[in-house]
């Protein structure tokens, strides 16, 4: 009880409106979150589409292109990491930051240099406060990505792909949506292209028709894979938005439930300092009416 | 040929990086490949083609017909369904013909001669194209 009532007072007051703060922002995060699943439901028929006619092309070809072409010694690797803009989304970056690392780990592991690709603040400041090279950020955009943000992302990625002195291979390690309560963060190879484990497959009993190519098969699926790829990227943006705003709901509703119980404590130990401080004044009246009292019959 | 169209319509899909943007039956849809234009009528042998910008047409069932923008992309046509996918797509109602037509001259103005400029002029081109035949 080392701190008076009025000390007590301004306490709850501040954790009061820390409250407020968190519970709003709870509030817009779980707002965000439905929009962010539409936005993904809506990109759903693109990558749909995308995927059906890859296949198709992949099954009815022989063409080799050079993003599906497995390098015979991959020596380097680019590595795109989703994080997130802002903080207050609890472990969501950490995480996400720690699954790369473990990744980075095993490909210098394997003798590969490694070149890192951020998308988001947060990566960008991981990797900056620890002084380590970063190849490319794009930061600003991690709640609502657009399909601009995935295109020019994809571009730079494919761009270093094929060229002789860029990387080998690309991973991308994003936080998966699986839903309200978990999101897991996921590592998954986008170059040198496997076309067959797309993120939709099409159904098994519906064959896929002899497409006739124009102007030839090559060139559509040279126009095909770059948009290909630029949507699995604009989808794991998407899966990471989804999953920040989940992450960031979920650790504001236990700020705001953490406030609530601090307010509870301090409001018993702010009571129980006043009655500890009415049951000194009122000993203090007693004790002093006493002494008069003495002094009094002493003098008569 | 008359015998198809009373039994068979087209399927169409309508579908932009971020939305689908329209689906739904027709008759004839018009698209522009980097072959040139081509009409797809129901029974279409399945293709798979590229498309460039430009503006897409499709005649509904009902007898209507509307009129897209699409950026480059593709048009594939398999058992009387047509996707078309575009990594931007507009309806003719939602473009703005102000704004198109600005874009256009500062694409033509912008003096660069490479093919990202002739992209933004043909975009700019089919967008102005695409609203000025539906109004």
């Known amino acids: ?300 | 040929m008359a015998d198809l169209k009373t039994d068979k319509v087209l399927q169409v899909e309508l579908v932009a990086a971020d939305r689908l943007v329209w689906s739904g039956q027709a008759t004839m849809v018009i698209a522009r490949t980097t072959e040139g234009d081509v009409g797809i009528l129901p029974n279409h042998a399945p293709l798979l083609s590229s498309i460039i910008e430009g503006v897409v047409d499709v005649q509904t069932t009902d007898g209507e017909t509307w009129i897209a923008a699409v950026d480059a992309g593709f048009l594939s046509v398999a058992d009387n369904r047509v996707s078309i996918l575009s990594e931007r797509a507009e309806m003719s109602h939602e473009i703005d013909l102000e704004k198109a037509r600005q874009d256009l001259e500062r694409a033509q103005s912008s003096g660069e001669n490479d093919d990202a400029a002739a992209e933004a002029v043909r975009r700019a081109e089919a967008r102005i194209r695409a609203a000025e035949r539906a109004s």
């Open chain 1, 1 to 300: 009880m080392a701190l008076s009532v009025r000390e007590y007072r301004a306490r709850i007051k501040s954790t009061e409106s820390m409250k407020k703060i968190t519970r709003a922002m709870e509030l817009i995060a779980a707002s965000r979150i439905i929009k962010a699943q539409q936005r993904a439901q809506a990109a759903a028929p693109y990558a749909r589409e995308l995927t059906r006619a890859v296949s198709a092309v992949a099954t009815f070809s022989n063409v080799d292109h050079a993003l599906t072409l497995e390098p015979e010694d991959p020596k380097r690797a680019a590595i795109l990491i989703v994080t997130s803009d802002r903080g207050l989304a609890g472990a969501y970056s950490s995480s996400v930051l720690k699954e790369a690392e473990r990744l980075i780990e095993k490909l210098k592991g394997e003798g590969k240099d490694v070149d890192i690709y951020i998308s988001a603040r947060k990566g960008e400041a991981y990797f900056k406060f620890r002084q380590r090279a970063i190849a490319r950020a794009w930061t600003g955009h991690s709640d609502q990505p657009t399909y601009d943000v995935a295109a020019e992302i994809g571009a730079t990625l494919i761009e270093t792909f094929l060229d002789e002195e860029g990387a080998d291979e690309v991973h991308v390690v994003y936080t998966r949506f699986r839903s309200m309560l978990s999101q897991e963060p996921t590592a998954v190879r986008l170059l040198p292209l496997e076309v067959v484990e797309g993120t939709e497959a099409p159904e098994k009993d519906d064959l896929l028709p002899l497409y006739e190519f124009e102007p030839s098969p090559s060139d559509v699926l040279d126009s095909l894979l770059p948009r290909y790829v630029q949507s699995r990227i604009f989808f794991a943006l998407l899966q990471a938005a989804a999953s920040e705003l989940a992450a960031r709901q979920k650790a504001m509703k236990s700020a705001t439930d953490n406030a609530d119980e601090l307010i509870k404590k301090y409001k018993r130990i702010a009571n129980q300092a006043r009655q500890a401080g009415i049951t000194q004044e009122i000993s203090e009246i007693v004790g002093g009416v006493n002494a008069l009292a003495d002094a009094q019959a002493g003098s008569e």
